[in-house]
């Protein structure tokens, strides 16, 4: 290692040009005041982060840290570039790149270099290269390096735009000058990607970022950097800025025109804000992290001073507030993009094409005829967004338009509100053949959808500090609207058809719209939801001009539009007494076909893993099942003995297809129950009847089969076993242990003191199972399993996922009866985790409790399980038995191993 000289000092100066930290002083004079190692390099970086994070804690504007941590890094890299580069400096170059060319580094982001060489062969400086590179991460950097000449620059930049970006924000560090001014000509606009094509490119680079995170900011655990409206969006403002202006920072925007100072401060205070969440993340967990994960939520929202409020966490402020910032970045980028869109792509001499005396057409985008257009005509505000549904060749909205626009929202106030002519435009944007999903989440993104309806303004952005809800109120709201867009549109038939001909066949198509608006409106307020959206619904609509019963069955949506999904999963809907009550409920076949078109949506616009075959499966045979008993008349309800006679009928039916004769038949069916025939399909029975005709009286062995599809929209595993066995607990082991979700078990004690039990079960992706080697793997573990002794039991040692096991949520149960069916109903809500289902079951036994039925839900990190259970003598459980077993429960499900 050579001794570094007044000379290299020199040369070091354009590392360190821009005003110095006091830091930086110092140990540029302790790292060439002596021959530095390997130690010293590491104690001056560590101690330079050290500073740095205190300097965060201590409340120092961001900036100044990120542009710090670059001028620490210049130092270190140029220090060690002269020790070990040293007579080569003067020829070769030293280059940063990418965030790092920016002169702008996080805590912990990647460090980019390049090596900038005068010609292709590297033999008289790789050794001395080598050497630097490999000190670079002995002292604890981690750089990503290249070593190119000029010709490679410009060829590789040619072949790929993401290395033109980066190679156009480099900046040098040290080494000739003239060389790294040669490497900017030759990657000049002229020669590599004319702001045309990179302009074209850099937007398809973004839209193909966006999908990925399925084109919403709005996600549980948003990227700080590239998840849409994150810092990635800034940047890529900037880089066309550089391509097409040569500007160096978003500043320069304003003197051409592109920004108003006050857009300017609006985009710097997001990026500020955005580089302190992620340097904070850096903080946390002392690496290269840019997810806002469940795990540092809470922690960052106490660190940037939120505190829990009387209905809002903290950490629901905290990622209001990071929701929000992402919308204002959107917002900015859609409208900037745009301007340099019309600038560079868009031909300024074309002549508009005209709509009306308000707005007109001008290179497929839309725009006002004039600047005054919106104070003069405030119901142009809502206006537009019509005539793009009207006109579906326009590709957007000019950026002087939006630019007008979100001036003009304060216009939107309550005359505003109660203009006809407004109410007209609202309900004709609702109205539209197409378009009305994209309309609405322009309205929201510019912010008028907010002013209009001020209730939903409050929820923008909001969050549910959970799992089971994976975007914010209002962008899930927007994709229930979406769904049931989807409904409506005869393209899509295909994807769910029965739902498909029930919401066209709707008579007002807008009022299922208006009560996906209004579903979720009242959340963070406290109180029921519903309720309280509901009464919003319904005074919105009249004041709207809509007629007081449309209004009443919005309002009715909106406070029963959990209702058709609780039954449907928590209660035993082969129950006639549950049918009726519901049917009760809905009143009429409109209110059903409304309410269904509507939970399907809502449900499939919460969290994408939610739905699945099963869920499909349920809700319809529960819609049919309901549709059936008002065709009846709810003062007719369907008997017992009635349902129990066609459901025998449809059974005899099927086994006479399968060969199946009637001896057999009568032979197998006196041993089921009547409760076995109501709670089981026509094709259950029959695949039973099978099984069980086959198989001696006297055999005790478990009989365990396996249905891949089972016409529930899962696979479904029969067991048949001796009820003192108590194979519950066993059964929901081994499958919890092999990774599947049961979604049901009915429990069914049948004659000669055997049980058989039907559970349906899904892999873990939501699906099926659909591996025949997989399915006898199952029936043959599952029989081995139920043959051991009584008293043996499974352990369950799959681990809950990280997100779950940030959630503590503790166990509640609640009692209700069945008085019809003597029975009780236990409900259970408790943290979800492997094993669970297994647990329960075997406190359960301990306390000589038969289970009947378990419905069994899971609501992101909560398990919400219902279970129909007697007690010792058969009945409904007493007083003192309903204590001890929440005691029970309580102890072996709260106890944290």
Same mark, same amino acid.
């Given at each position: 290692?050579?001794?570094?000289?007044?000379?290299?000092?020199?040369?070091?100066?354009?590392? +360190?040009?821009?005003?110095?930290?006091?830091?930086?002083?110092?140990?540029?004079?302790?790292?060439?005041?002596?021959?530095?190692?390997?130690?010293?390099?590491?104690?001056?970086?560590?101690?330079?982060?050290?500073?740095?994070?205190?300097?965060?804690?201590?409340?120092?504007?961001?900036?100044?840290?990120?542009?710090?941590?670059?001028?620490?890094?210049?130092?270190?890299?140029?220090?060690? !570039?002269? /020790?070990?580069?040293?007579?080569?400096?003067?020829?070769?170059?030293?280059? &940063?790149?990418?965030?790092?060319?920016?002169?702008?580094?996080?805590?912990?982001?990647?460090?980019?270099?390049?090596?900038?060489?005068?010609?292709?062969?590297?033999?008289?400086?790789?050794?001395?290269?080598?050497?630097?590179?490999?000190? @670079?991460?002995?002292?604890?950097?981690?750089?990503?390096?290249?070593?190119?000449?000029?010709?490679?620059?410009?060829?590789?930049?040619?072949?790929?735009?993401?290395?033109?970006?980066?190679?156009?924000?480099?900046?040098?560090?040290?080494?000739?000058?003239?060389?790294?001014?040669?490497?900017?000509?030759?990657?000049?606009?002229?020669?590599?990607?004319?702001?045309?094509?990179?302009?074209?490119?850099?937007?398809?680079?973004?839209?193909?970022?966006?999908?990925?995170?399925?084109?919403?900011?709005?996600?549980?655990?948003?990227?700080?950097?590239?998840?849409?409206?994150?810092?990635?969006?800034?940047?890529?403002?900037?880089?066309?800025?550089?391509?097409? $202006?040569?500007?160096?920072?978003?500043?320069?925007?304003?003197?051409?025109?592109?920004?108003?100072?006050?857009?300017?401060?609006?985009?710097?205070?997001?990026?500020?804000?955005? !580089?302190?969440?992620? $340097?904070?993340?850096?903080?946390?967990?002392?690496?290269?992290?840019?997810?806002?994960?469940?795990?540092?939520?809470?922690?960052?929202?106490? %660190?940037?001073?939120?505190?829990?409020?009387?209905?809002?966490?903290?950490?629901?402020?905290?990622?209001?507030?990071?929701?929000?910032?992402?919308?204002?970045?959107?917002?900015?980028?859609?409208?900037?993009?745009?301007?340099?869109?019309?600038?560079?792509?868009?031909?300024?001499?074309?002549?508009?094409?005209?709509?009306?005396?308000?707005?007109?057409?001008?290179?497929?985008?839309?725009?006002? =005829?004039?600047?005054?257009?919106?104070?003069?005509?405030?119901?142009?505000?809502?206006?537009?967004?019509?005539?793009?549904?009207?006109?579906?060749?326009?590709?957007?909205?000019?950026?002087?338009?939006?630019?007008? /626009?979100?001036?003009?929202?304060?216009?939107?106030?309550?005359?505003?509100?109660?203009?006809?002519?407004?109410?007209?435009?609202? $309900?004709?944007?609702?109205?539209?053949?197409?378009?009305?999903?994209?309309?609405?989440?322009? @309205?929201?993104?510019?912010?008028?959808?907010?002013?209009?309806?001020?209730?939903?303004?409050?929820?923008?952005?909001?969050?549910?500090?959970?799992?089971?809800?994976?975007?914010?109120?209002?962008?899930? =709201?927007?994709?229930?609207?979406?769904?049931?867009?989807?409904?409506? @549109?005869?393209?899509?038939?295909?994807?769910?058809?029965?739902?498909?001909?029930?919401?066209?066949?709707?008579?007002?198509?807008?009022?299922?719209?208006?009560?996906?608006?209004?579903?979720?409106?009242?959340?963070?307020?406290?109180?029921?939801?519903?309720?309280?959206?509901?009464?919003?619904?319904?005074?919105?609509?009249?004041?709207?001009?809509?007629?007081?019963?449309?209004?009443?069955?919005?309002? !009715?949506?909106?406070?029963?539009?959990? @209702?058709?999904?609780?039954?449907?999963?928590?209660?035993?809907?082969?129950?006639?007494?549950?049918?009726?009550?519901?049917?009760?409920?809905?009143?009429?076949?409109?209110?059903?076909?409304?309410?269904?078109?509507?939970?399907?949506?809502?449900?499939?616009?919460?969290?994408?893993?939610?739905?699945?075959?099963?869920?499909?499966?349920?809700?319809?045979?529960?819609?049919?099942?309901?549709?059936?008993?008002?065709?009846?008349?709810?003062?007719?309800?369907?008997?017992?003995?009635?349902?129990?006679?066609?459901?025998?009928?449809?059974?005899?039916?099927?086994?006479?297809?399968?060969?199946?004769?009637?001896?057999?038949?009568?032979?197998?069916?006196?041993?089921?129950?009547?409760?076995?025939?109501?709670?089981?399909?026509?094709?259950?029975?029959?695949?039973?009847?099978?099984?069980?005709?086959?198989?001696?009286?006297?055999?005790?062995?478990?009989?365990?089969?396996?249905?891949?599809?089972?016409?529930?929209?899962?696979?479904?595993?029969?067991?048949? +076993?001796?009820?003192?066995?108590?194979?519950? &607990?066993? +059964?929901?082991?081994?499958?919890?242990?092999?990774?599947?979700?049961?979604?049901?078990?009915?429990?069914?004690?049948?004659?000669?003191?055997?049980?058989?039990?039907?559970?349906?079960?899904?892999?873990?992706?939501?699906?099926?199972?659909?591996?025949?080697?997989?399915?006898?793997?199952?029936?043959?573990?599952?029989?081995?399993?139920?043959?051991?002794?009584?008293?043996?039991? %499974?352990?369950?040692?799959?681990?809950?996922?990280?997100?779950?096991? %940030?959630?503590?949520?503790?166990?509640?149960?609640? $009692?209700?009866?069945?008085?019809?069916?003597?029975?009780?109903?236990?409900?259970?809500?408790?943290?979800?985790?492997?094993?669970?289902?297994?647990?329960?079951?075997?406190?359960?036994?301990?306390?000589?409790? &038969?289970?009947?039925?378990?419905?069994?839900?899971?609501?992101?990190?909560?398990?919400?399980?219902?279970?129909?259970?007697?007690?010792?003598?058969?009945?409904?459980?007493?007083?003192?038995?309903?204590?001890?077993?929440?005691?029970?429960?309580?102890?072996?499900?709260?106890?944290?191993?």
């Amino acid at each position: 290692m050579r001794v570094i000289t007044p000379e290299d000092l020199d040369e070091l100066a354009v590392v +360190t040009s821009d005003p110095p930290w006091d830091y930086l002083s110092a140990i540029q004079q302790t790292l060439t005041a002596q021959q530095p190692d390997v130690a010293t390099f590491r104690s001056a970086l560590t101690e330079g982060d050290n500073r740095l994070k205190q300097r965060f804690a201590d409340d120092e504007p961001v900036e100044r840290l990120v542009r710090d941590r670059a001028r620490l890094v210049d130092s270190l890299l140029g220090t060690a !570039w002269a /020790l070990h580069v040293g007579p080569h400096a003067r020829e070769v170059a030293l280059i &940063a790149v990418g965030g790092y060319g920016r002169g702008e580094l996080n805590l912990c982001s990647d460090i980019d270099i390049m090596i900038l060489l005068p010609k292709s062969e590297a033999t008289p400086w790789q050794p001395n290269l080598e050497r630097f590179l490999t000190f @670079m991460w002995d002292i604890g950097l981690e750089v990503g390096h290249s070593v190119r000449t000029i010709d490679d620059c410009q060829r590789e930049s040619a072949a790929d735009v993401s290395v033109a970006t980066t190679l156009i924000e480099a900046r040098r560090l040290t080494g000739p000058e003239q060389l790294f001014e040669a490497m900017r000509r030759a990657l000049a606009p002229e020669r590599v990607w004319p702001i045309k094509e990179f302009f074209e490119a850099k937007v398809a680079e973004q839209t193909a970022r966006h999908h990925r995170y399925h084109d919403t900011a709005y996600n549980l655990e948003p990227n700080v950097k590239s998840s849409p409206g994150g810092l990635r969006d800034i940047q890529t403002i900037g880089w066309v800025a550089k391509r097409r $202006f040569g500007a160096d920072s978003l500043d320069e925007l304003v003197d051409h025109g592109f920004l108003t100072k006050s857009e300017l401060r609006k985009l710097k205070a997001a990026q500020s804000f955005l !580089w302190k969440v992620r $340097f904070a993340l850096h903080v946390l967990t002392n690496r290269r992290e840019d997810r806002l994960l469940f795990d540092h939520q809470i922690r960052l929202a106490k %660190m940037f001073g939120y505190e829990d409020a009387t209905y809002t966490l903290a950490v629901e402020q905290f990622m209001q507030r990071y929701y929000r910032t992402a919308m204002d970045v959107s917002l900015l980028n859609e409208m900037l993009l745009q301007l340099f869109r019309e600038a560079i792509l868009s031909d300024p001499n074309v002549a508009p094409v005209p709509v009306n005396a308000r707005f007109q057409i001008r290179n497929d985008y839309l725009e006002t =005829t004039s600047d005054d257009i919106f104070p003069r005509y405030p119901s142009a505000l809502l206006e537009l967004f019509l005539i793009i549904e009207q006109q579906p060749e326009i590709r957007g909205v000019r950026a002087t338009t939006i630019r007008q /626009l979100t001036r003009h929202l304060w216009l939107i106030d309550e005359e505003f509100r109660q203009h006809p002519r407004n109410h007209r435009l609202f $309900f004709d944007i609702l109205s539209a053949p197409v378009g009305v999903t994209h309309e609405l989440r322009r @309205m929201n993104l510019y912010g008028v959808l907010g002013r209009y309806i001020p209730a939903f303004g409050r929820v923008v952005g909001r969050m549910q500090y959970d799992l089971f809800h994976a975007y914010t109120v209002d962008a899930h =709201t927007l994709f229930v609207v979406s769904n049931l867009r989807r409904f409506a @549109m005869p393209k899509y038939d295909h994807e769910f058809p029965q739902l498909s001909r029930i919401m066209q066949a709707l008579p007002k198509q807008e009022l299922a719209y208006l009560a996906a608006i209004f579903h979720d409106i009242a959340k963070g307020r406290g109180g029921d939801h519903s309720e309280l959206g509901s009464v919003d619904a319904e005074a919105f609509c009249l004041e709207q001009g809509l007629s007081r019963y449309d209004a009443r069955l919005v309002a !009715w949506l909106v406070r029963n539009h959990l @209702m058709l999904s609780v039954t449907a999963q928590k209660k035993d809907i082969s129950d006639p007494a549950v049918l009726h009550e519901f049917a009760r409920l809905v009143g009429d076949q409109n209110h059903l076909d409304y309410l269904y078109v509507l939970t399907v949506a809502d449900v499939r616009g919460t969290n994408p893993k939610l739905w699945n075959n099963w869920k499909s499966s349920l809700f319809s045979e529960f819609y049919e099942r309901t549709k059936q008993a008002l065709r009846r008349g709810l003062e007719s309800p369907i008997d017992k003995d009635e349902l129990i006679a066609q459901i025998q009928t449809s059974a005899r039916e099927l086994l006479r297809r399968h060969g199946v004769d009637e001896t057999t038949i009568a032979r197998v069916w006196q041993r089921l129950t009547d409760d076995y025939f109501i709670r089981h399909t026509a094709e259950e029975i029959c695949w039973h009847t099978q099984l069980l005709a086959s198989r001696e009286v006297s055999d005790t062995s478990p009989l365990v089969s396996v249905q891949q599809q089972s016409g529930r929209g899962g696979t479904a595993i029969s067991t048949y +076993t001796p009820q003192k066995q108590h194979s519950f &607990a066993r +059964t929901t082991a081994l499958l919890d242990q092999l990774g599947l979700t049961i979604v049901d078990a009915r429990i069914t004690p049948i004659a000669d003191q055997f049980s058989l039990d039907v559970y349906h079960v899904l892999e873990d992706t939501g699906a099926e199972i659909a591996d025949a080697v997989r399915i006898r793997d199952i029936e043959q573990q599952l029989r081995h399993a139920l043959a051991k002794p009584d008293d043996a039991s %499974m352990t369950v040692t799959r681990r809950a996922p990280r997100q779950v096991r %940030m959630f503590s949520t503790t166990t509640q149960i609640t $009692f209700s009866e069945d008085p019809i069916n003597q029975r009780t109903i236990v409900e259970l809500i408790s943290g979800d985790r492997p094993g669970l289902l297994s647990q329960i079951a075997r406190v359960f036994r301990a306390e000589q409790i &038969a289970i009947y039925t378990s419905k069994i839900v899971t609501v992101g990190e909560r398990a919400e399980d219902v279970f129909f259970v007697s007690g010792r003598e058969g009945g409904p459980l007493s007083a003192d038995a309903r204590q001890r077993l929440a005691q029970r429960l309580s102890e072996t499900l709260d106890r944290r191993d």
